[in-house]
């Protein structure tokens, strides 16, 4: 069965600092991956995802994130982070499509001044 | 607006009690899902229905009931709940499951 690792339960970064938010997963196969962001009170929303092809995915809001397979790896990255990024991040892991989303425990990301 | 409609969205109940969680959707997509959300544990997937069908149940104790009337709709329906059923349970939907789901707000269940 696959699993999700994401060694950080909390980081904190200052206002226009670069950002990396850390992913293991494991996997025989190649697997799909995800990254989601939710904020207080809200659900989750897709910021990225991996298939295949490039292993440097572009997401929403400026995100991108590497796949790097002999590191069994999917870290997620922003160059400047803005006040409005403070959030719980979520790296998951499907071995076929969504209904098999395996989740990782999350990482609260605290934007300081 | 999220296109997911969860209700309610807080609910207190004791562990004799009988209700029933509301998902709706507005995004004309025919896959539906169940997720539970406890402090400290990764994201849960509880149920997955696909062309109101369900295509997937992980093992989620019977005490938990869901119905899908029809695609835009998803119900949870909670009887003699226990203590650690206290979490956050969102919704999501989906074009298929191979498709990015997208979630709802979430209900905050409390069991006393």
């Known amino acids: 069965a696959q699993s999700v690792t994401q060694p950080d339960i909390h980081i904190t970064v200052s206002e226009g600092a670069s950002l990396e938010l850390r992913c293991n997963y494991s996997?025989?196969?190649?697997?799909?991956l995800f990254w989601y962001v939710q904020s207080p009170g809200q659900g989750l929303q897709l910021l990225l995802k991996?298939?295949?092809?490039?292993?440097l995915v572009q997401g929403i809001k400026g995100f991108e994130a590497e796949f790097k397979r002999s590191q069994s790896s999917f870290n997620l990255r922003k160059p400047s982070v803005h006040w409005s990024d403070a959030a719980e991040y979520f790296c998951a892991v499907a071995t076929s499509g969504y209904s098999t989303l395996t989740f990782g425990k999350g990482t609260m990301l605290l934007v300081s001044p | 607006e999220t296109g997911v409609t969860q209700t309610p969205r807080h609910l207190v109940m004791g562990m004799t009690n009988k209700k029933s969680l509301k998902c709706e959707q507005h995004?004309?997509?025919?896959?539906m899902y169940w997720y539970k959300q406890s402090a400290k544990k990764p994201l849960e997937l509880m149920f997955v229905y696909s062309l109101e069908e369900r295509v997937e149940n992980n093992s989620v104790p019977s005490r938990f009931s869901p119905e899908c009337p029809n695609s835009s709709h998803l119900f949870l329906h909670l009887h003699t709940l226990q203590p650690e059923d206290s979490a956050l349970y969102l919704c999501?939907?989906?074009?298929?499951?191979?498709?990015?789901?997208?979630f709802g707000d979430g209900t905050r269940l409390s069991i006393l």
């Open positions: 995004l004309g997509h025919n896959a």
């Open positions: 996997y025989g196969a190649t697997p799909y």
């Open positions: 999501a939907s989906s074009q298929g499951t191979d498709q990015p789901q997208h």
């Open positions: 991996y298939f295949s092809g490039d292993t």
